[in-house]
């Protein structure tokens, strides 16, 4: 089964302008996304999917390659479907691999793509355990909550699920908390079908893509990943990015 990674781009974003091409340690976010995704032993082949000739011009230029999708897709999945039939319609397997998570390691895609060797799975994802309470309450941290057969029964910025009677609901260890890690993996048939659904009243409450796939009965499988991720949506989160990098660039120094 041939599985690609497609890494959605665009320049303009509200929060941030230019946030693919935002320098981290030497080499642009966009660079450092390609990079990891690369290094995925699972993967065919890895393109950017862009709409700016800048972030183009820029993969172009350190070897990655890239392709130019429509400026008028609503969100990642759109871009990802268009890319996906342009560059390889063949894939069994589509993983897109958000723009902006510049320390996603290599063996989370390959935790991920591994769900598929049951051919009942129709979208994955990646779940981290919550071991504080800050990220917890944390509305742009999206939580899960999962069936037995580690489906996703539902997302939301709110703490879920509600523990009665308990001021530190981490601490409680009277059930897991679990956060939700931006990656995505269809199989390419039901990629084409999701994108023509129409937003959803649950997507539009909570902001979160993924809930209109629930509410339309389509099954997101999950894998947990142990692996701490750090996604970049603003100036601020820029500033952590480069701590965290020097931080651990002096743990892997001793």
């Known amino acids: ?25 030497g080499k642009t976010m966009i660079e450092r996304v390609y990079a990891n995704a690369t290094a995925a032993k699972s993967l065919a082949g890895v393109w950017v ?29 759109d871009r990802c479907a268009e890319a996906a039939l342009s560059v390889a319609p063949d894939a069994g397997v589509v993983v897109n691999i958000q723009g902006d998570e510049p320390f996603l390691h290599p063996e989370q895609i390959d935790e991920l793509t591994g769900l598929f060797t049951s051919k009942d799975i129709e979208i994955g994802t990646l779940v981290r355990k919550i071991s ?32 009665r009677d308990c001021e530190s609901p981490v601490s409680c260890n009277m059930h897991p908390f679990y956060s939700h890690i931006g990656i995505y993996a269809y199989r390419l048939p039901v990629l084409l079908q999701i994108v023509q659904l129409p937003p959803s009243g649950l997507e539009i409450a909570e902001k ?41 660039l002096q743990k892997q120094n001793g």
């Open 49 to 77: 999917a862009t709409d700016d000739e800048r972030i183009y011009q820029h993969v172009e230029q350190f070897g990655g390659r890239v392709v130019m999708t429509s400026e008028q897709h609503r969100s990642g999945t």
């Open 1 to 25: 089964m041939k599985i690609i990674g497609l890494i959605p781009a665009r320049y303009a974003s509200v929060r941030f302008a230019g946030k693919p091409l935002c320098q981290i340690a």
């Open 208 to 248: 979160l893509e993924q809930l209109r796939w629930l509410e339309n009965g389509f099954s997101i499988h999950v894998a947990q990943s142990n692996y701490p991720n750090l996604a970049i949506d603003t100036p601020e989160d820029l500033e952590k990015a480069l701590l965290y990098y020097h931080h651990t």
């Open 132 to 163: 504080d309470n800050a990220d917890l309450h944390n509305p742009n941290i999206p939580k899960v909550v999962l069936d037995k057969r580690n489906r996703a029964l539902y997302f939301s910025r709110h703490i879920i699920p509600f523990i």
